[in-house]
């Protein structure tokens, strides 16, 4: 059994592949350095943090062979976080460096596992865009707490950043500490911790208690559906959406 | 009155309005200003009766001068009335927007005092918004049928989608439910600003858009209540062929009627057709993204849509002459016209049909659901369902859930 060993980061992942694309040796398992302890006694590393790659050549190889929608694939099949899906990137661009077109074919397995991943991914940066609820805080800063599956934050920055201008913001991502910083139009990602006291701007809970209003009223009580209701408001995402609270 | 108060009656008198797309409109944010409009649309939540909540919908006034016998808010109904001014509704709209709890504004009005009056509320809301808030986000107004035309060319500059309610699809329903309202009346703004549209030159959805998705001017759309009219769904339906042949539409809304008033000219009905409504939506998608004709969905001598069967599925039983077809050498028309194959499982498939020939396994790895398709397709040569191909066998297989029975071993044969 070959298990890749790497850190959890893309420029790793991307690594491997080109381990793969070298050497021929694919993983059957990847394993995160700091993260997962060695399981088999009998099993074939390959640590990836041994072997030195010049950064700015694997993107450079990368734009040049992949199309815009692969790499946006890749990018979204890494932020699964799934180690088994790893392994498939490393596959799957592995596969691009050798031949691009194989890339379309759906029937293999890596093509497969990192479209869906991805897509996984993009239909939940999709839904955040419109779960996000922000509040004024009293130092006129909008800020909102998420809590996604996947860590969405990288891919739902400039949505906001395009739409806000020049509004503070901050968006919160409660599970995993990190934060997007959006000051006068320019957004950073970064680990942060929230107290819970915050101070809201007086006219904060007018506001949220129409949209209360507003959203049970929209609803016609001869057309109930609440498990449709539920399938596409999963409850995972409800406590932090302003209407369920 | 409260602001609050008034939400509250003005949102209970709009949402029999099922309109609620935030989709097709790419807008980008002034210099300054707030908001863009996603071409994709963004649903901000789900009520409780599964409808995707996307605008902030809301009629500016309920006090209407009409007396449509199918409407909540007609004149004679002794219901709480309210009118928001256009400030209130602009800043209603830009602080649940900051919020990010809707991605625009649906407005509409009852007719109060003249149409006229009316549209130049809704004008003046609209200005309030793209002009002094330099809102960019997405605004689907009402077009008031009566009002005139310059009202209706200015607030067509400022919206992203405009619509004008048709409701009942016969001129005769029009004249016995709503006497106030001509046909000419309310198709005059649809027909008005499609020749507005037509001096615009074409533009694209996106910058860098493919040719085939460009389209021309302004977005429109309109609904038709189902239920409250005896019109068949033939009927129905030739009335939205007919607007998406002549471009005058991009979407026709269906609304499956609710009880909300009782008179002699209305039916009695205990729940609102949602069947009969889903399987028109699903008879207007394959008009407009799987070119199937008005004639081909409903059969020569039904007048209305199957209710058992999806349209799609029932035409393959009545034509299934043209079936088994095989999945690696048949084109993308003929795919998308197989039960359970869509738009996007045809891609999927004709993609991966250039690397390799596909079997059962492959088309379950792309999760394409063979519930359905197996019994109208062939894979490699092989017919992939269970059963002979005959209507009523296929009726039988295709729609209750069907009991497993184990098969017994054939040791008589021995």
Known sequence: ????????????????????????????????????????????????????????????????????????????????????????????????????????????????????????????????????????????????????????????KNHFVA????????????????????????????????????????????????????FEKVAIKERENPRLQRQKVPLFYRDVMTEFM | MKLEQKLKILTESAKYDVSCASSGSHRTRTKGGIGNAAPSGICHSWSSDGRCVSLLKILLSNKCIYNCEYCLNRSSNNIERATMTPEEIADLTINFYRRNYIEGLFLSSAVVRSPDYTMELIYRTLWLLRKEHMFSGYIHAKLIPGASDILIEKVTALADRVSSNIELPSSESLLRLAPDKSRSDVL?????????????????????????????????????????????????????????????????????????NHTSNLPAIQ?????????????????????????????????????????????ALRNLHLFPIDVNVADYEMLIRVPGIGIRSAQKIITARRFTKLDMNDLLKMRISLKRTKYFILLKGRYAGECPMREDILSHYLSAPREIIQQSLPFNEF
């Open chain 1, 163 to 214: 739409r806000f201008g020049e509004t503070d913001w901050v968006i919160y991502d409660k599970g995993r500490g990190l934060g997007l910083f959006c000051t006068a139009g320019k957004a950073v990602l970064c680990q942060m911790a929230v107290s819970n006291d915050l101070f809201f701007d007086r006219n904060e809970a007018f506001y949220a208690g129409l949209w209360r209003t507003f």
């Open chain 2, 271 to 315: 729940a609102p057709p949602l069947l009969r409504e889903h399987r028109l939506y699903q008879a207007d998608w394959l008009l407009r993204f799987y070119n199937f004709k008005l004639d081909e969905i409903i059969g020569d001598n039904a007048s209305n849509l199957s209710i058992e069967f999806d349209p799609k599925t029932a035409w």
């Open chain 1, 1 to 156: 059994m070959t298990i890749f060993v790497c850190e959890d980061d893309l420029i790793s992942v991307l690594k491997g592949a080109f381990y793969i694309h070298e050497t021929g040796v694919a993983p059957d398992a990847v394993r995160i350095a700091q993260k997962d302890p060695q399981q088999g006694l009998f099993e074939n590393i390959v640590d990836l943090r041994q072997i030195s790659v010049n950064v700015y050549n694997v993107l450079k190889i990368i734009q040049k062979t992949f199309s815009p929608r692969q790499i946006s694939r890749i990018q979204g099949a890494f932020l699964r976080g799934d180690r088994q899906v790893f392994a498939e990137i490393m596959q799957f661009v592995a596969l691009g460096l050798k031949n691009p077109q194989a890339l379309q074919n759906l029937t293999i397995d890596c093509v497969r596992i990192v479209r869906e991943s991805a897509d996984r991914v993009y239909g939940e940066v999709h839904r955040m865009k419109g779960f996000v609820r922000f509040a004024r805080l009293a130092d006129n800063r909008f800020y909102a707490a998420i809590k996604p599956v996947h860590n969405v934050l990288p891919l739902i």
């Open chain 2, 188 to 260: 005059y703004p649809i027909k008005y600003v499609q020749k507005l549209s037509e001096k615009l030159p074409v533009k694209c959805l996106k910058p860098n858009s493919m040719p085939n998705i460009r389209r021309r001017g302004i977005s429109m759309s309109t609904q038709l209540i189902v239920g409250a009219s005896p019109e068949s769904d033939r009927d129905i339906l030739r009335l939205s062929a007919y607007f998406y042949n002549k471009s005058l539409l991009k979407r026709v809304y269906y609304s499956a009627y609710v009880p909300v």
